[in-house]
């Protein structure tokens, strides 16, 4: 396995419009141990940074795109808007191949007021066909994260993929995230992880509802909060002990989501990662 770091790790930079991806690179490739990267869609700026000049940077780095992340929502009423979403996706998976990347990280979609769940959900299993097949024709597999109460919970995700019933669709297993529906990665894992195609190192701790920096309201009313990796309640190095076993040997991308400076956030979860997988490797 290989580490890679987010560019959600340090999105403040990205929305402060402070960094683009080059200085993203130059970070990561500087200041931490990743031997890879994560792109994501929505801070792709081809207008500003061609794909040439962030190949150069990774070159300069020693960095890999490891994955790119659309942030798609399938579960829009409109036909049109759902169109426009697949291509987010059908975009990802030619930054992808453009980098040589294997990966595009995709979402479900979130409840819309509305609109009923079933209806949703075929909308989801219906684009994630469409956007399937594209990637495929690419040699680019999907991963669909568990994320939001659409593909929040691991059967949820598991069904999804098996209705759309492709090679192109697989897991990207957020370890963090299971908290947020209630449910605990580790028995997650023993639902998704023969489909597990790109992995989430991410750390949460609960917190009391007083709690004054940025937080996430579980399914049951819990809040969680964002920690450097290994030093939240997640079981990170047993999560990634046991995906090893079962065979899983690509990238591990860090999503670093605490309170801390992002910069320094990132720098130290991607060393407790590196430190994880060296251990288990020795």
């Known amino acids: 396995m290989k580490t890679s770091l987010s560019v959600w790790s340090c999105h403040k930079y990205f929305y402060d419009q402070t960094w683009k991806n080059i200085d ?8 931490t141990c990743a031997e890879g990267i994560e792109l994501l869609h929505r801070f792709w700026y081809p207008d500003t940074e061609s794909q040439a000049m962030i190949e150069r940077a990774l070159q300069q780095e020693g960095l890999e795109v490891a994955c790119v992340g659309a942030s798609n929502n399938f579960a829009l009423p409109d036909a049109a808007n759902r169109t426009e979403q697949l291509r987010q996706i059908t975009e990802s998976v030619d930054i992808a191949a453009g980098f040589g990347a294997k990966v595009v990280r995709v979402f479900s979609g ?3 007021e509305g609109v009923d769940f079933g209806e949703a959900r075929s909308w989801i299993v219906e684009g994630l066909k469409t956007a399937a097949e594209y990637a495929g024709a690419r040699n680019v597999v999907l991963c669909l994260e568990n994320h939001g109460l659409f593909a929040g919970k691991a059967e949820q995700v598991m069904d999804i993929i098996r209705d759309v019933d492709s090679e192109a669709l697989r897991s990207t297993f957020d370890m963090g995230n299971f908290l947020l529906v209630d449910e605990q990665p580790g028995s997650a894992l023993d639902v998704l992880q023969t489909m597990v195609g790109h992995v989430h190192a991410k750390d949460f701790t609960r917190v009391a509802g007083s709690y004054s920096g940025e937080s996430y309201e579980a399914l049951s ?3 969680y909060a964002g920690k450097v990796l290994g030093e939240g309640s997640v079981d990170v190095r047993g999560l990634l002990s046991r995906l090893q076993t079962g065979g899983y ?4 991308t860090v999503e670093f989501e605490g309170d801390d400076e992002q910069r320094l956030g990132s720098i130290r979860s991607v060393e407790y990662v590196k430190q994880v997988l060296e251990s288990l490797n020795s």
């Open 249 to 252: 040997n690509s990238w591990v």
């Open 24 to 31: 993203f690179i130059r970070f990561t490739g500087q200041e």
């Open 110 to 112: 979130n409840r819309q």
């Open 221 to 223: 009313g819990d809040r």
